[in-house]
């Protein structure tokens, strides 16, 4: 299935893996990129010396494209920009803010830009500072969301700017990547549905946790901050969700939830921990490998598509 995105890339199927904080790291990205998508590493608030071994690691893995998403709020974001030039990556994703001040050098070094925007008015400056694409990422998405739903907002950002756009949010089989298509879109980014692959490094009771959920068991955490999360409900949602209502101060929501994604992660602490997972989690059934994971979402699309 060849798209403006395969071409830009240089991967042959237009499924792109997430960069999700804790979750994208080497071995996901690596084999991800192995069965023809494009495997992302999550820089999160990971300093240069983390990234570059994660870089170094992914390298061993596969001679195939890969990218970097940089996590603009991340006090290391500076130093992961550069490293993405050092390291000769070519692709980019940001997020939790503006890369304008990155995009020069970025440029310069052709590495491929692709900012996560939520608005059409952010894909619209993106393109006007050279992006190459740009993630319409919905609010069904896990993690940090914004308002707009993924069926409202990948329409609109495709009518509003001429460089290729990539849907997520809401995306985890070849039905979800179809509908995308069909909005315009020329590529999906999922993340939830990676989580549970075999080469996904994530706690097995954070898969067990995704596999279980049903449709219901999402929600979204600190809306009253600005930043709000989407998570699988658990003990520490409940307790979060409950000082929020009664009008708890920033900095006591934050030190509930310092740690908590890590907690959760590698530590398999799904009760106090934060399970980041998209509004997709009561779609997942079963363990599969990236590559069967990528192959079965494709022929699934394609055959809906009658491609």
């Not at 494009?38 to 992914?58: E, F, P, Q």
């Not at 990218?67 to 000769?88: F, K, Q, T």
Request: charged residues 25%; proline residues 3%; hydrophobic residues 45%.
């Amino acid at each position: 299935m060849e798209t403006r995105v395969t071409k830009l890339l240089g991967i042959e199927k237009p499924i792109i893996q997430g960069g999700m904080a804790w979750v994208a790291e080497y071995h996901l990205a690596a084999a991800v990129s192995e069965a023809g998508g494009l495997g992302l590493l999550g820089a999160a608030s990971a300093d240069y010396n983390v990234m570059k071994d994660y870089i170094r690691k992914a390298k061993e893995l596969t001679k195939k494209p890969f990218g970097v998403n940089v996590m603009l709020m991340s006090p290391h974001a500076d130093d992961i920009a550069r490293l993405v030039v050092e390291e000769d990556i070519k692709v980019v994703t940001t997020g939790a803010g503006n890369p304008e001040k990155y995009m020069e050098m970025w440029k310069n070094a052709g590495v491929k830009v692709i900012p996560v925007v939520a608005s059409t008015a952010l894909a619209k400056r993106m393109e006007r500072y050279g992006a190459d694409a740009v993630v319409a990422e919905g609010m069904e998405s896990g993690g940090h969301i914004g308002e707009i739903s993924t069926m409202a907002l990948v329409p609109q950002v495709v009518d509003a700017v001429e460089i290729p756009v990539i849907a997520a949010g809401g995306i985890g089989d070849g039905r979800g990547m179809a509908a995308a298509f069909m909005l315009g879109a020329e590529a999906v980014q999922m993340g939830t549905r990676f989580v549970i692959a075999e080469e996904s490094q994530v706690h097995d009771n954070y898969k067990d946790m995704l596999m279980k959920a049903k449709d219901i068991d999402s929600v979204v955490t600190g809306r009253s901050t600005g930043h709000p999360i989407r998570v699988i409900r658990n003990q520490m949602t409940r307790q979060y969700l409950k000082m929020e209502q009664e009008g708890a101060s920033l900095e006591e929501l934050e030190t509930l939830t310092l740690g908590a994604l890590r907690k959760a992660v590698k530590e398999g602490d799904v009760k106090n921990g934060s399970v980041m997972a998209g509004q997709i989690a009561g779609m997942l059934k079963k363990r599969q490998t990236c590559q069967e994971i990528i192959d079965e979402v494709l022929l699934e699309a394609e055959k809906l598509m009658k491609l």
